[in-house]
């Protein structure tokens, strides 16, 4: 059917198909995204894919610089656990008192690691798969310790 109506010059008719075909499936995958944390909500348990699509839900900054500001935040969180951990080698803090504070700041990463990721157009739970796997090859082949990105 598409082969005739391009036969037949009938292009604006297969955009507008094409069109209405794409906005059906955003919002069939709206519907299945909600579905989807609201069973996640229900059950207790959270994956990726649904925690992205959930931070996505709280994001508020300049869109057109999203790659910027996401990676500056993901670096400014982290430094904020490093300094921290800091703080209890100069005496400041004990470790329990650490592990409650970190847990915060280790949410914080995660989010701006989110919202990095859909600033990239990826999904967050392929990044997970893709590094537990190099990690296992890795380890496999003897090459876990050790610094380079191809081992």
């Known amino acids: ?6 036969k037949s010059g009938d292009c ?3 955009q507008k198909r094409l069109r209405e075909e794409r906005e059906s499936n955003t919002a069939l995958n709206l519907t299945i995204a909600s579905l989807q944390d609201e069973l996640a909500r229900q059950s207790g348990t959270l994956n990726f894919t649904q925690y992205q699509n959930r ?21 400014g969180e982290a430094g904020e656990i490093a300094n921290k951990v800091k703080k209890v080698l100069r ?17 914080d990463v995660l989010w701006y690691t989110a919202m ?6 990826l999904n967050l739970e392929d990044i997970a798969n893709g ?3 190099k990690l296992a090859s890795r380890k ?12």
């Not at 990095?116 to 157009?121: C, G, I, K, N, Q």
């Open 12 to 14: 604006n008719e297969l």
């Open 131 to 133: 590094n537990l796997d």
């Open 116 to 121: 990095l990721a859909t600033e990239l157009d």
């Open 91 to 107: 005496g400041d803090y004990d470790k329990d008192a650490l592990r409650q504070m970190l847990a915060g700041e280790i949410g």
């Open 1 to 6: 059917m598409i082969s005739e109506n391009v």
């Open 55 to 75: 931070a996505g839900q709280t994001a508020i900054y300049p869109k057109e610089q999203g790659v910027e500001y996401t990676a500056l935040g993901l670096t």
């Open 140 to 151: 496999q082949r003897g090459v876990i310790a050790g610094s380079g990105d191809n081992r």
